[in-house]
Structure formats: C-alpha cells, structure tokens
C-alpha cells in the first residue's frame, strides 16, 4: 500500500503541499476563507481518495495556541462587566446540552445499533479529541466516534458561514486582527509567551483543552491589566485557519465504504437534528432579546470550540458572549459525561453486551 511506503514526514508533506495548493486555489477563484476551506477540501477529498495523509500533530496543536491567545486578548474589562447580564442566556446551556444527550443517545443506540459508550459519547457536544479519549476509556468505538464528530465539525464549520452570509446578512472579510507589522515587538512576545506557557503549563496541571484555555487564562490576565491592546496579528490567525482545514480533512484517512455509510452518515443525521435544536434556542434567545441573532447562532451552534472561535473572529461577532457560552458547554460536557456514564453503569452496560454477542 502507498500509505505504508511513504514514511511520516513524507505523508506530512504531502498533506501540506496539498493543502497549499487547495488555498492557492481558492484565492484564486476569489472563494470565501481561502486559508481555512482551501486545505480543508484539499485534504478531504485527498482523503476520501485514498491519499496517505498524516496530520501534522504537535503543530497543529500549537496553532490552537493562537485561538486561546485571541479569546483571551477580547477579555477586556468591558466584557467582564457584561457576565452578569449573559447569566440569562448562559442559563439555558445545560438544558441545551440535556436536550441533545436525551435526543442523541437513543438515535445512536436504537436507530444505528452502536453500542452503550460509543452511543453516549457519540451524542455528547464536546471537543472531539476529548469524546473520543472518553469512549475509549469507556470502551467504545474509537474510529466511530472520531467521524462521527470529524463529521459534526465539518459540517457545522462548512454550512454556518453559508447560513450567516445568506441568512443573517454579515460579511466574511471582517479584519481578524491587525497585521504583525502595526503591533509592538512587546506585546507580539507577551502574546507569544502567554501561548507557549499556557500551553505547556496547562497540560502540566492536567487542564482539559490546555492548547487553547491556559493561554486564553494567561492572556486574558494581561489584557485585562491593560498590558497588551492586540489580538494576534492577522497572519497568526491565517496559519490557524490552515491547521484547522488541515486538521478537519486529515480526520477521514483511510475511510471506507462501511465507514461512510454507518459512521458518516450517522454524523450528518445527527447534526442535522443539532441545527434544529440550535435554531430552537438561538430563536429563544433572540426572542427574549438575550443575544443579537448572529451572536446567539455562533453561541449556541455545536461545533468545536477552536473552529466557532474562529467563525466569531471572521464575522466580528461579539466574541466573549460567545466563547462564555461555547466554554460553558464544553465544561458541562466534559466534566458531567464521565460522570453520569459512571452512574449509569455505562462501561458494566458495555461489557455485558459484548459477553451477550460472544455467546451468539
């Protein structure tokens, strides 16, 4: 096999290479976000064709670095102010998460016949590393799991700039920073620095999400004391873009057909039940007058932390109501999964199941 020939390095620069190619032409052609859907579409159809692609691992995760850098840099002492008057809105959250648990699993488990753990964390709208890590403690299907949300993000990252462009009438070429050139040697290092000690310091501690929550902690104490004035300049942001298209195409390596039509297919009926819910509570936030429309469609729409961040940035939308409520959901997920699969008896479930099947 082609895929076993080429060594690591090899795959990895092929991977690039192509997702260079796919941003070069979507610049070309004037197509919207050229750094993110360019190497996202390059490597997914790459993907689906059987090209031995490899993600960039370490780096990637780096580049995460610079979305926690630009959360914390809007953590102004304006939008600090302001947390009370979200308390409404934050509110409905758990309520959203439960809805989508008790609407997921039973789909999962009953209509696609996946097993106990791979049906809980299937439905659960969190990261999909973190999902993924927890099914298979939990002994789930891993590969299942990690395109069942390599699908939920594609789609939600793919069809949510369509749906804000058209439907809600915003722009794609909001300034997502301003360019490394007009910001101060100092704070480009703070900012910098705030990246790689959040990072790092945050996996030390065992922080979930430590690429992007402990250098938006770090940075978001600095910008709070009036030390920096900056987001990352716009050139970090593009390379995140990139990693991010890179990182979402490179999830579908080595998919078969089986895969596509269990595991995918799975992914895209579910999310298509999570826009139904979405657009129920964005529409209940709008109405009460909680949240302008676009920010209570980021806000409350289930994709990955890292890529509505980034979707926040682009759009100028209002970027701490939105990453207040995208935390508060990932908190909820991580923190209340594992412990109400616990409670249940989910990994006893599993194991009762898999002695039933061994005896058939």
Known sequence: MLSKALSDPRRRVLTVGLALIGTGLF???????????????????????????K????????????????????????VVARVPQMAASVALIPLYVAVIGLVGVPFFRKVYKFDW???WYAAMPGGLQDMVAFGQEAGGDVRALSLIHATRVLIIITVAPVILTLGF????????????????????????????IGWKGGEKIGLFGASILGPMILTGAVSLTDIIHYRPPTEA????????????????VGVTLHEIRRDVSAGVIFVLMLAGLAALFTEVVVLFGLAPAVDGFIAFAPGGQAEMTMLAIIVGADLGYIIVHH??????????????????????????????????
């Open 327 to 360: 935390l508060t959901r990932v908190l909820l997920v991580i923190s209340g999964a594992p412990i109400l699969a616990r409670r249940m008896g989910l990994r006893e479930r599993q194991e009762r199941e898999r002695d039933g099947e061994g005896r058939h």
């Open 27 to 53: 610049w070309t052609l004037s197509l919207p976000l050229p750094f993110l859907f360019g190497p996202l579409f390059a490597c997914l159809l790459a993907s689906l064709a059987g090209a031995p692609l």
């Open 237 to 252: 942001i593009l390379v995140a873009q990139f990693m991010i298209g890179i990182g979402i195409g490179v999830c579908y």
């Open 55 to 78: 993600g960039l691992g370490q780096v990637s995760v780096a580049a995460r670095t610079i979305l926690g850098v630009a959360v914390g840099a809007s953590l102004t002492p304006e």
């Open 117 to 119: 753990a791979t049906s």
């Open 169 to 196: 009438g915003v722009t794609l070429d909001n300034p997502v920073g301003a360019p490394a050139a007009e910001i101060p040697l100092h704070e480009l290092a703070i900012m910098a620095a705030a990246a790689l």
